[in-house]
């Protein structure tokens, strides 16, 4: 067994930008909490246990590839091939010692490698007999997701680790399952595993695939040409394999007389979090973030604050990241810090509300609020205008893309400005004067909303 040193557990830091500054009767604290995890490659048993750790270094970790093999896969018969080609560059991307699985997806989930109800342990010989399996795989049959990600969780439970992932592809509908169903699989599946999921073509439904991604904390993507599979899939690998410490919760706690209006994370993705809260002890709530690598992320959060007199100070929430754990004493300490049985990762913030007469300071807005409120309403307009392009309402759906263009130029997001340009002629980006384009290429439209909910980070 490995020995793990202090040094090796990624340290886990916290910035609160918010202006803390309310006008008399204000009462709506806006703040952007940045967290940010360092130190990765192998983590110490400060976060789990030390048999959670594989032999080699890092980390254990188990992974469930679930490829969709319905009929639809052979149109065109390069999906098929490319789906089990990337397969395979995934499979040759798992570090030794995890454990994986090979699942193949149609109205029913069937184990293609090992088999048996087991995980395999990553080697050279199981992963040339998982490609070996792989090349068996063949198109044929419906599509109910819901029965891929219950198998997958039945398959990742039986390990004993500390990183649980699951990879999804499909390039079709859910179309022999309701949607009641696939959701109650969601639900089953919500925290035992985070689950990155793809969308190959363009014969499948955008928010499905998002929709399992946002359910299990992972992220979504279109890959159009089949072709591109192969590289997408090996980086999610590398992503997987980077990942250090899971079930990772915000933890807030917020004082008598105040109420959470919402928590959300606004980079590098666009996550509503607050109806995903579970108490953690009086006052306290916890928010799940999912895995955690070497990366930062930012969370705005907003506190509705009771309505004092000029002069006043409060704080009106701390915030904290922890890690639950199933019974056990809390590390935490204090009633302020929650009472959640949980380990307590270090770092913490501090949002503060002060009234005052000021009229400059009350009404400034944080550069770090505005932008994030910017990048939220861009993804809502983006996704609003295009359900308003398929419902035929072309001069709703210019007004909310001529927004979104507007929303992009200012705040430099580049990558959505050029997705925007594909299904808009953009006429004056920063009026936001936009016409909708006659013909759009159904792969740029998916694309768009696809990636709508990517985020750009604050101009320094």
Not at 439 to 450: F, H, P, R, S
């Amino acid at each position: 067994m490995a020995n793990f040193s202090k040094s090796n557990v990624p340290q886990f830091s916290m910035d609160v930008y918010q202006n803390e500054y309310l006008p008399e009767g204000g009462r709506e604290v806006n703040a952007i909490v940045t967290v940010t995890a360092t130190g990765g490659g192998t983590i110490g048993g400060a976060v789990a246990a030390p048999h959670l750790y594989a032999p080699g270094g890092g980390p254990s970790a188990a992974v469930a590839l679930m490829v969709d093999c319905s009929g639809s896969m052979d149109y065109p018969p390069t999906k098929m091939r490319n789906a089990r080609d990337a397969t395979a560059a995934a499979i040759d991307t798992l570090r030794d010692g995890v454990h994986f699985a090979v699942i193949g997806g149609t109205h029913v989930a069937k184990e293609v490698y090992p088999g048996g109800g087991r995980l395999a342990v990553a080697d050279a010989t199981t992963r040339e007999q998982a490609k070996q399996a792989l090349r068996k795989l063949s198109a044929g049959g419906g599509t109910a997701i819901g029965t891929w990600l219950r198998l997958a969780d039945r398959l990742l439970s039986s390990a004993d680790v500390a990183i649980r992932h699951g990879i999804l592809l499909t390039d079709g509908r859910n179309e022999h399952e309701s949607p009641q169903d696939l959701k109650a699989s969601l639900d089953a599946c919500a925290g035992r595993f985070t689950c990155d999921a793809r969308g190959v073509g363009t014969d499948w439904e955008v928010k499905e695939v998002t929709g399992i991604a946002s359910a299990l904390l992972g992220t979504a993507d279109i890959v159009a040409d089949p072709a591109g599979l192969a590289a997408d899939f090996t980086q999610m690998m590398e992503t997987a394999m980077g990942k250090e410490v899971a079930d990772v919760a915000l933890r807030v706690w917020t004082p008598v007389g105040t109420a959470i209006k919402f928590v959300k994370q606004v980079a590098p993705t666009v996550e509503e979090l607050t109806d995903r809260r579970t108490e953690a002890g009086p006052r306290t709530g916890d928010y799940p973030t999912g895995s955690w690598g070497d990366e930062s992320r930012d969370y705005h959060l907003c506190v509705e604050v009771p309505s004092a007199n000029i002069g006043q100070e409060m704080l009106a929430a701390r915030v904290s990241l922890v890690v639950p754990q199933p019974g056990g004493p809390s590390r935490s300490s204090g009633a302020e810090s929650g009472g959640g049985t949980a380990q307590n990762l270090g770092a913490q913030g501090l949002v503060r509300a002060v009234w005052t007469d000021d009229m400059t300071a009350s009404t400034s807005i944080n550069p770090q609020v505005a932008h994030y409120t910017g990048q939220a309403e861009l993804a809502q307009a983006i996704q609003q205008g295009l359900d308003l392009r398929k419902a035929g309402d072309f001069d709703g759906a210019t007004a909310k893309l001529g927004r979104a263009v507007q929303l992009a130029s200012a705040s430099g997001n580049a990558d959505t400005a050029k997705l925007l340009a594909k299904v808009v002629d953009v006429v004056d980006a920063a009026a936001g004067t936009v016409r909708l384009k006659a013909k759009v290429e159904e792969a740029d439209e998916m694309t768009l909303e696809t990636r709508s909910t990517k985020t750009v980070r604050v101009k320094k």
